[in-house]
T-cell receptor, first 117, second 114 residues
């Protein structure tokens, strides 16, 4: 009965490389959210996905960032041509319902910490 | 545009006393509020929630109060224990123009002094 699984836990990339962060939601959850926590800041919403669909990507930077949640396999947050400012903790969360419905709760993974050298 | 605000970055409390963490929001469409607790190097874990149809929800040592007219909620922990030392995030969600997001505050770091 695993929770939300994120990997890798730690990722080091040099400027210009690509970073791929993976998230497997809790069993039975079909809604996935990605949040970013920059040093000394709170959790910033990035994107909300359901299987094969991006529902809300209003928090995603317009360039270099993309996310997917395929029919099979984990959700992936992809950052191309990373820069030092991308260094942060990236958290994935899942829920059984859409965020706007009452009594919904996000379950978070342990996070992936990206360091860009 | 921070729709959920936690204006106190940190709070220190003696063990056994009450901890009160505050949170304000700006969007009147929010109808569901949650508190999360986060230890270093871990993901946030759900603590307690409250629907806008209530003004209080209690779970053991944790009580959340909601004042809709003031757009304010608070988390009370009593008695506080050293293991409660963590960062606490409040979050809000709702229907309508709030979309599908959960909006989080910037967190309050609680230190319970033994």
């Amino acid at each position: 009965n695993a929770g939300v699984m994120q990997n890798p836990r730690h990722l080091v990339r040099r400027r210009g490389q690509e970073a791929r962060l993976r998230c497997s939601p809790m069993k039975g959850h079909s809604h996935v959210y990605w949040y970013r926590q920059l040093p000394e800041e709170g959790l910033k919403f990035m994107v909300y996905l359901q299987k094969e669909n991006i529902i809300d990507e209003s928090g995603m930077p317009k360039e270099r960032f993309s996310a997917e949640f395929p029919k099979e396999g984990p959700s992936i947050l992809r950052i191309q041509q990373v820069v030092r400012g991308d260094s942060a903790a990236y958290f994935c969360a899942s829920s059984p319902f859409s965020g706007g419905l009452g009594a919904n709760v996000l379950t978070f993974g342990a996070g992936s910490r990206l360091t860009v050298l | 545009d921070q729709q959920v605000k936690q204006n106190s970055p940190s709070l220190s409390v003696q063990e056994g006393r009450i901890s009160i963490l505050n949170c304000d929001y700006t969007n009147s469409m929010f109808d569901y509020f949650l508190w999360y607790k986060k230890y270093p190097a871990e993901g946030p874990t759900f603590l307690i929630s409250i629907s806008s149809i209530k003004d209080k929800n209690e779970d053991g040592r944790f009580t959340v109060f909601l004042n809709k007219s003031a757009k304010h909620l608070s988390l009370h922990i009593v008695p506080s224990q050293p293991g409660d030392s963590a960062v606490y995030f409040c979050a809000a969600s709702g229907i309508g123009n709030t979309g599908n997001q959960f909006y989080f505050g910037t967190g309050t770091s609680l230190t319970v002094i033994p």
